[in-house]
C-alpha cells in the first residue's frame, strides 16, 4: 500500500476544484422536497426479497490491510455524510430511518455531517490515512473521482459481500461496473446525479428541446443557452452527442467536443457556463434550454410548472456519491451492516423521499409510492428501464490527463 499520496494537484485541477465548491456540483445543497402530508405514511420493516443477480468481486493489488475489527465488542459506527443527505424526522431533530437501525440492531450510530465537500473533506482525512492511522470514522460517502483516488492508493477497506446480502442483491444495474471499482469490491453508491437537458417551455415558445445538437445548432436558442462549468457534466454530454462513449474516449475525441462547444462560444450561440446558479435564469426564460443537474429540475418544477427537462436519445451522464469504509476504521462489520441495510426498499425509498436523488436500489417504487405517488413515478428519482439504459459515466482520468483536459476546459470558459 502506499503511505503518501503522490500526485499533487496541477494548477489547472486546483482551479477546476475551487469552481465546484464555490458554485458546481460541490456547492449543491442536498434539499428535502418531503411533503408533511406523506409524513404519517413513512414506515420502515420488512427485509427486501434477495434479486437473483450478483456482482462479481473485484481483484486489486495493494488492498489496504485488514484492520482489527471491533465492532462485536464495540456495538457503534462513527458515519460522516454530506449535509441534508439524510432523512429527519418531523421534530427535525430525529433521523428516522437511523433510529429505526439503532433499535433493530443495536449499534448506536454517530452522525456527522462534516462533509462540505470532496476536496476540503480529503483534506481532513488524508494525513491519517498516508500514515496508516485509523480517521476516527467508520464509514464515509464521497463522490467517484475521490472514491476513485482513494480506492487507488489503497485507503479502502475492501468489502464483505456476506455482511451485504441487500445491497450485493438490489444494486441497480447502471450502477454496477464503475471503472474505478468494477465489481463494487470497495464501494457503494449512496445515490446518483444525472446530468440531463432542462428547458422552460414558456422560453422555448412550447417547443421541446432534447439533444446537445439542438443546444449548440437552434437558432431560435441563440443567446438563450448555458452548460455547466464541470468539465465530465458538459464535455460527457456533448461526446455522447457526437456518438463517442464518455468511458472510453480519446484526446482526440475530447478536443472535438472542445472544439464544438468553442464554435457556440464563438457564435454566441452560449450564453455563459455556470455552476447550478443557472437555475435562477431558467426559471424567469433568460436562460431557455441548457444542460443542468437532475436535483436541480426537481426542485424548479415544484415551483414552475413550465420547467421541464428530457433524456437525450443519445445518452446522459451520471455520476455518484459512494459508501467507503476508510483503512484502519475500527467497526467495519458494523459499517457492512449499516451500507446494507440502505439497500432494503423500504428504507431506501423513505431516504430518496427525503433526499430527492437518483436511488441506486432496486425493488423500492412499490414502496416510494405509499410516501408519495408523483415520486414514485419521477424518473429523475427512479429512472425507468428506457432511462437507465440510457446513463453513461465518464472515465477515470490519469493526474495528467485530468491536468492537461482541465486546462483545454478552462480556456473554453473562461476561467
Known amino acids: 500500500m502506499e503511505q503518501y499520496e503522490p500526485e499533487r494537484l496541477s494548477a489547472p485541477q486546483l482551479a477546476a476544484m475551487r469552481r465546484s465548491i464555490q458554485d458546481g456540483r460541490g456547492a449543491l445543497t442536498r434539499r428535502s422536497l418531503l411533503r408533511a402530508s406523506g409524513a404519517a405514511a ?9 434479486s437473483a443477480c450478483g456482482i462479481p468481486p473485484a481483484a486489486r493489488a495493494g488492498d489496504a490491510a485488514a484492520s482489527d475489527d471491533h465492532s462485536a465488542a464495540e456495538k457503534r459506527i462513527n458515519f ?10 418531523e421534530d427535525e431533530k430525529s433521523r428516522p430511518t437511523l433510529d429505526a437501525f439503532t433499535r433493530r440492531t443495536g449499534i448506536a450510530v454517530k452522525y456527522t455531517e462534516d462533509i462540505n465537500d470532496n476536496v476540503e473533506f480529503f483534506g481532513k482525512i488524508k494525513p491519517q490515512l498516508a500514515a496508516g492511522q485509523d480517521t476516527g470514522r467508520d464509514l464515509v460517502i ?4 475521490l472514491a476513485a483516488r482513494i480506492i487507488r492508493l489503497g485507503w479502502a477497506q475492501k468489502l464483505d459481500h456476506a455482511n451485504l446480502p441487500h445491497a450485493f442483491a438490489n444494486l441497480s444495474a447502471q450502477f454496477r461496473t464503475p471503472d474505478w471499482d468494477p465489481g463494487r469490491a470497495y464501494s457503494y453508491p449512496w445515490t446518483g446525479i444525472p446530468t440531463v437537458i432542462a428547458y422552460n417551455e414558456k422560453a422555448t415558445g412550447g417547443r421541446k428541446v432534447d439533444s446537445v445538437t439542438q443546444l449548440l445548432d437552434d437558432p431560435k436558442l441563440k443567446g438563450k443557452v448555458s452548460f455547466l462549468s464541470e468539465m465530465r457534466d458538459s464535455v460527457g454530454m456533448t461526446l455522447l452527442d457526437m456518438g463517442k462513449d464518455p468511458g472510453s474516449f480519446s484526446d482526440a475525441d475530447f478536443d472535438a467536443a472542445v472544439g464544438r462547444m468553442q464554435k457556440g462560444v464563438d457564435t454566441k450561440q452560449i450564453r455563459r457556463f455556470t455552476g447550478n446558479d443557472y437555475t435562477a435564469d431558467l426559471s424567469k426564460g433568460d436562460i431557455a434550454a441548457c444542460v443542468a443537474w437532475a436535483g436541480d429540475i426537481i426542485q424548479l418544477q415544484a415551483d414552475n410548472p413550465a420547467i421541464k427537462f428530457s433524456i437525450p436519445s443519445a445518452g446522459y451522464i451520471t455520476s455518484s456519491d459512494n459508501m467507503l469504509i476508510p483503512a484502519k476504521a475500527r467497526h467495519k462489520t458494523n459499517a457492512e451492516k449499516l451500507m446494507d441495510y440502505y439497500y432494503e426498499p423500504p428504507v431506501a425509498a423513505r431516504l430518496a423521499a427525503y433526499i430527492n436523488y437518483v436511488c441506486p436500489v432496486d425493488g423500492v417504487a412499490g414502496e416510494l409510492a405509499k410516501i408519495d405517488a408523483s415520486m414514485a413515478s419521477n424518473t429523475l428519482i427512479l429512472p425507468d428501464r428506457a432511462m437507465a439504459a440510457k446513463s453513461r459515466s465518464f472515465r477515470s482520468l490519469s493526474a495528467e490527463e485530468e491536468t492537461a ?5 478552462a480556456k473554453l470558459i473562461g476561467a
Open 42 to 50: 413513512l414506515a420502515l420493516g420488512g427485509l427486501g426479497a434477495l
Open 405 to 409: 483536459y482541465e486546462e483545454k476546459f
Open 142 to 145: 464521497v463522490t467517484d473521482w
Open 80 to 89: 460522516s455524510n454530506w449535509t441534508e443527505y439524510m432523512d429527519v424526522g
